[in-house]
Structures are given as structure tokens and as C-alpha cells.
């Protein structure tokens, strides 16, 4: 294992179109299409390792196109030929040879842990420090007006899925609306919180906080734009857990907000921390002040919802509060995966096998061959 370099990076793309009784709208758009690239890293070992890139161009500025670009003429060459061990030194050159692109780093780092952990013959939560935990919870995005909503959430339920958040950010008055009838459909004891994703002014999210209190919201995700901490600690302390998403990409923007006491709970991606490890230490650090973490969404197809899974797992404290969101095969009626990952709706189980421990479709292997 010390002496296996990469031999080769391989890259194909996927285009997936969303069940169209689970698009998700909120204040940046409709997410109703998943074009994403999958990533394989084989070692001089004869192992190899699976990876997603989970980018839309609202988030990060980055898409199958850009990311399969820069893999193959940056990335790439800053890491064949190099030690598989330690992977953290290949992550330092990739950085060195690309700024940004937080997401394309991502699917290349889970590809090398993979590669990694199945070279160990151990889960890649293990080779992170882990498992804590076997299993973690999850929820469901509802989003739409109406008889829309009302198709959501029937479709959501039929999934199995008993906790919720809902998306709000777009207009306090039909936000209000939707909040209200969202309560209505899931009954007064299930899990429902809110997600503005930054679409509110600060007095708009502050009116829209006191006409939705009454229908008792579990937290309040990224109330404001990014770059208002001072807006999300005004939220803090009226009763409602402030959740930050948008607000923390990497490290840096985590201690910030950590500064800033701008929030309760952190919402941490694999693709906006650069990779798993990034995301688990960014966890142990959220810990460290006192934050909570849990694990957000892009809409990942099935490898990136294993390696959600995985950090989750290898967190040292994951929130008990509020639900994950490692549900993205929920929102394909195909995937990539030879088999999905085991959940119910309610929980979403880690597999016992090395690395992802998961395999992908035999078309899909072609591909990336």
C-alpha cells in the first residue's frame, strides 16, 4: 500500500432528470436536473476508487463541464504518479494547482479516499477516524404552493420520509402560506423547519419569523445572504436554532462564522468542504465551539450520498435535533449504484464493506473505463 502511486483519472458525465413530484424551488431556483460527473482514480496497486462531482453553477460556479475540464488538464496531472499515502498530501497539490473549485476537488478527493480505504480493506468512515455511528437520520425538502406542495409531501411520505424542512426565502406573505399548509399536511408532532436559503432581507426574515412561530418550526436555515453574520446572530436567541449553509464553504468561512456567533448549527457539504476529510475536520471543529453540525444536500446521485454518509458517520457529533439530508437517490427514479444505500425515509443506514461500500451499474463502470 505505502509504495501504490495513481496511475490514471477517469471521468464520464451523467445527466439525471429530478422525479417531478420532488423538484425542490426555493430562493435560488428549481433544482429540476442533476448533470454531474463521476470520477474514477485507479492506483499501480490494481485498486480502484470512486468519486462524484455534485456541482450546479448557482452554488459554486461549477458543472460537469468546467469540473471534467479541469480535472483532466489541472488535476490529473498534479496527482498521477504520486504516493497514494498519504491522500492529504495530494489534496495539498491539487489545491496548489487549482484555486477554488471546492466541488470538482471533491469528487477527485472521494475517488482517492475510496481507492484508499478499499486499499486498507476498511469503510471510509473508518480511515476517517470513525464510525460513531451506523446510521443517521434524515429528512425531506418540500417546496411549492398549493396542490403542488400537496403532491410533494404525498410523494415524500410515500418515500417513507417523516421529517421535513420547507423551503421559504421567496415572499413573507406566501411563505407564510406555505409554512402554514406544510404544518397542516405533516400533523403537529412531526419535525417541519424552515429554509430560506439567504433569500430574506434581514427585516423580512425578521417578520417572517414572527408569522411562522405559531406553527412551531424546528430551525431556521440561512435566513439571510451569505455574507450577513451579523444578521444571522441578530436571528439567534428568539427561540428558533439558526442553521448556516451558504454562509460556510470551507474552513474559513467556518471560522468566521464561528466569530461571528452567527449560528447554532452548521450545515456542512463534501462538495463545499473540498472532500471528506475537510468536512470531518471542519466538523471537529464546529464541535470544538460548541456548534452542532449536520450534513446538507446538493441532490447527490448515489456515490456522493455514500460519501455524505460516510463523514456522517466519522463526525464525532452529529446533530440530534435535526435530520441530515443525505436523500439525494430519493430524488432519481434511476441511479448510478449497482444497489442504493439502505434507508427507509426515516434513516439512512452505512454499509459494511470497504471504502463507499458501494458499487456502481455495469454501464456506469463502462463509462468510466
Known amino acids: 500500500m505505502m509504495i501504490a502511486t495513481v496511475k490514471s483519472v477517469h471521468t464520464a458525465g451523467v445527466s439525471l432528470a429530478v422525479r417531478p413530484d420532488l423538484v425542490v424551488v426555493g430562493a435560488r431556483g428549481a433544482h429540476d436536473r442533476s448533470d454531474f460527473l463521476l470520477v474514477r482514480v485507479e492506483t499501480s496497486a490494481g485498486i480502484s476508487g470512486i468519486g462524484e462531482v455534485s456541482a450546479t453553477l448557482s452554488w459554486s460556479g461549477e458543472d460537469a463541464v468546467t469540473a471534467e475540464h479541469v480535472i483532466r488538464q489541472v488535476l490529473a496531472p498534479a496527482i498521477i504518479g504520486q504516493p497514494l499515502v498519504p491522500v492529504a498530501a495530494l489534496q495539498s497539490r491539487m489545491d496548489l494547482a487549482l484555486a477554488g473549485n471546492p466541488f470538482t476537488k471533491a469528487g477527485m478527493s472521494i475517488a482517492l479516499w475510496d481507492a484508499y480505504a478499499r486499499t486498507l480493506d476498511v469503510p471510509l468512515a473508518a480511515a476517517l477516524g470513525g464510525p460513531f455511528r451506523t446510521e443517521v437520520p434524515i429528512k425531506c425538502s418540500l417546496s411549492g404552493d398549493g396542490e403542488r406542495l400537496r403532491r410533494v409531501h404525498a410523494a415524500a411520505r410515500a418515500a417513507g420520509f417523516a421529517s421535513f424542512k420547507v423551503k421559504i426565502g421567496m415572499d413573507v ?7 402554514a399548509l406544510a404544518r397542516g399536511l405533516a400533523g403537529p408532532q412531526t419535525l417541519l423547519g424552515l429554509d430560506a436559503n439567504g433569500g430574506y432581507s434581514r427585516r423580512d426574515a425578521e417578520r417572517a419569523l414572527e408569522r411562522v412561530r405559531g406553527h412551531g418550526p424546528a430551525f431556521l436555515e440561512q435566513p439571510v445572504e451569505p455574507g450577513d453574520l451579523e444578521g444571522m446572530r441578530e436571528l439567534r436567541g428568539r427561540g428558533l436554532p439558526i442553521v448556516a449553509d451558504e454562509s460556510v464553504f470551507g474552513m474559513g468561512d467556518l471560522v468566521h462564522v464561528v466569530r461571528a456567533q452567527a449560528c447554532d448549527v452548521v450545515s456542512l457539504y463534501v462538495g463545499k468542504s473540498g472532500g471528506p476529510e475537510q468536512a470531518v475536520a471542519m466538523g471537529r471543529v464546529a464541535e470544538a465551539f460548541g456548534v452542532e453540525v449536520l450534513i446538507g444536500s446538493n441532490g447527490e446521485l448515489g456515490v456522493g450520498a455514500a460519501a455524505q454518509l460516510h463523514v456522517a458517520c466519522a463526525l464525532p457529533r452529529l446533530c440530534e435535533d435535526i435530520p441530515s439530508d443525505i436523500i439525494g437517490a430519493y430524488y432519481y427514479d434511476e441511479d448510478v449504484l449497482a444497489a442504493p444505500l439502505d434507508s427507509d425515509g426515516v434513516r439512512v443506514r452505512l454499509p459494511d464493506a ?16
Open 173 to 179: 406573505d406566501a411563505d407564510s402560506e406555505r409554512v
Open 354 to 369: 470497504p471504502g463507499l461500500g458501494v458499487e456502481l451499474q455495469e454501464d456506469v463502470r463502462e463509462l468510466l473505463r
